[in-house]
């Protein structure tokens, strides 16, 4: 898919006449949100000329932008390198759909995570083909990985909670929806599209879904399903640590407790 900004036309800023919805769309705006919402997928920050290969917007254009944005609160500059500032965040707090119900998601999480001593993650699936982690929590381990989850995107096939969205879907629509070879993540990413829908019927059948070093190495994750009280499927929970650790394990354990957060969290998220 093109960029943002290169997915209109040219339009003067002051032109007008043009009753249509594309004729009024601003091009300077445009281009200051490709660049402010490709900064958001580098949390570690990225320079101009980065941020301006990704945006196929000129790198002189994509500096005066940054520097602009900056000014503005919404971007941070730490040397040559742009990150998210303090403005975006909070727009994103008064934006957040799910502000009302995280405080209570979150206490279920500490529990969890303390029970399993292990990180656990919260997931909304948001349409029938994406997903987005919305809470987190530590557990008290040494060791233990030290990703954040919150607000990233991975590719489906390699996440737990996004083989059990995938798994919800029939043969024929993952078939649709899923090229033959999907994005290679670690040298043990399932890549082969067969070979995923084989692991997507055993997910439905037992009722939860792994990741053994899919999306990184040496990342270990079980998830299962959150449902509302009609049965449908809104979310999904899951348990992540070292893979050595968590498959010494019995898997059953972990399951047991996902499930009985799950239950609770999906009065949270859809109280009948």
Do not use: C
């Not at 339009?11 to 300077?28: C, F, H, I, P, Y």
């Amino acid at each position: 898919m093109a960029p943002i900004s290169e997915q209109v036309p040219e339009v003067n800023d002051d032109e007008a006449g043009s009753d249509s919805e594309l004729n009024q769309l601003n091009r300077s705006a445009l281009r200051a949100a490709s660049i402010l919402i490709s900064v958001g997928e580098h949390p570690d920050g990225a320079s101009a000329a980065q941020l301006a290969l990704e945006t196929g917007v000129p790198r002189p254009t994509t500096f005066r932008i940054l520097l602009s944005l900056v000014h503005t609160g919404l971007l941070a500059r730490d040397g040559g390198t742009f990150k998210l500032g303090w403005r975006t965040a909070q727009l994103g707090r008064l934006a957040d759909p799910y502000r009302d119900i995280l405080p209570r998601v979150q206490v279920i999480l500490d529990s969890l995570a303390a029970e399993v001593n292990e990180s656990v993650e919260f997931v909304m699936f948001t349409s029938p083909t994406t997903q987005e982690t919305i809470a987190q929590a530590s557990s008290s381990r040494l060791l233990a990985p030290s990703q954040q989850y919150v607000g990233r995107s991975f590719p489906l096939h390699a996440t737990a909670t996004g083989k059990l969205l995938l798994s919800a879907l029939d043969d024929d629509q993952l078939r649709a929806f899923l090229p033959e070879r999907l994005e290679v993540v670690t040298p043990v990413t399932i890549t082969d599209r067969q070979a995923l829908l084989a692991e997507l019927d055993t997910a439905r059948s037992q009722g939860f879904a792994t990741l053994d070093g899919e999306l990184e190495e040496g990342l270990f994750v079980v998830a299962v399903p959150v449902r509302n009280a009609a049965g449908k499927l809104i979310s999904g929970l899951a348990a992540s640590g070292l893979s050595q650790r968590m498959k010494s394990m019995d898997i059953g354990f972990y399951v047991e407790k996902l499930h009985a957060a799950a239950a609770k969290l999906g009065t949270v998220v859809s109280p009948s």
